[in-house]
Every structure is written in C-alpha cells, then in structure tokens.
C-alpha cells in the first residue's frame, strides 16, 4: 500500500508560483512512476504532468509546458510540482498519484494510477 498526501497549495495571483509537494509512505519503489493530475469543478481530471522512477524522464501536458516542472527525491519520497506564471484557468484541485507498475516509463490516463492522494488546491485569481 502507498499512501500519498500532497501541499503547498493556495490562494495566489496570476503570474504567481507555488511549489506543489507530495510524500509517499512507504519504499521510493513501491511508488513507481508518479504523475500530478488537476480537476477543477464540474470537470474531469486532467493530467498535468509525470515522471519515471528514476527521474530521468518527464512529461507535461501542453497547457503547462513552460510554466510547470515535475520533479523528485526519492530518498525523501517525494515528488514535486513547480508550477510559474500560474493563470486564472490554472485553478484547480491538483493531485498526486503513483503507478507502481511502471517504473522505466509512465502513463498520462488517470485510469492507470493506483494510488492517489487526497489534494490540495490551487486558486490564482486574475
């Protein structure tokens, strides 16, 4: 079992930054790939961002290419989302997930992910 509790959301203004973390229990290889997702009301869950185990490849969605950038320390069972330049239409309840399964590579569909957190939101107003 993994567990995952994600912070460092809030309220902040467009063009703002926040530095989103997320911690494992658990070995940093139960934890396999990570991804971050995001869902703001009424809508469905998004992928934003993923990483390998190793850390040594990511993806982005194309809405956040440029602006966010996924990272980790598995020493510390963490994985991290910096997000820059934050817009209005960046609100949302963004959530860490693990895949243990896959280790040298990742999946960008939700379904896939075994285990996820509860959230923390991120509001950037205008």
């Known amino acids: 079992q993994v567990q995952l509790v994600e912070s460092g959301g809030g309220l902040v203004q467009a063009g703002g930054s926040l530095r989103l973390s997320c911690v494992a229990s658990g070995r940093s290889f139960m934890t396999g790939a990570m991804g971050w997702f995001r869902q703001a009301p009424g809508r469905e869950r998004v992928f934003v961002a993923a990483i390998t185990l190793s850390g040594g490849s990511t993806s982005y969605a194309d809405s956040v290419k440029g602006r966010f950038t996924i990272s980790r320390d598995n020493a510390k069972l963490s994985v991290y989302l910096q997000i820059n330049s934050l817009k209005p239409e960046d609100t949302a309840l963004y959530l860490c997930?693990?895949?243990?399964?896959?280790?040298?590579?990742?999946?960008?569909?939700?379904?896939?992910?075994?285990?996820w957190g509860h959230g923390t939101q991120v509001t950037v107003s205008s």
């Open positions: 997930a693990a895949d243990p399964r896959r280790t040298y590579y990742f999946s960008t569909a939700a379904i896939n992910y075994d285990y």
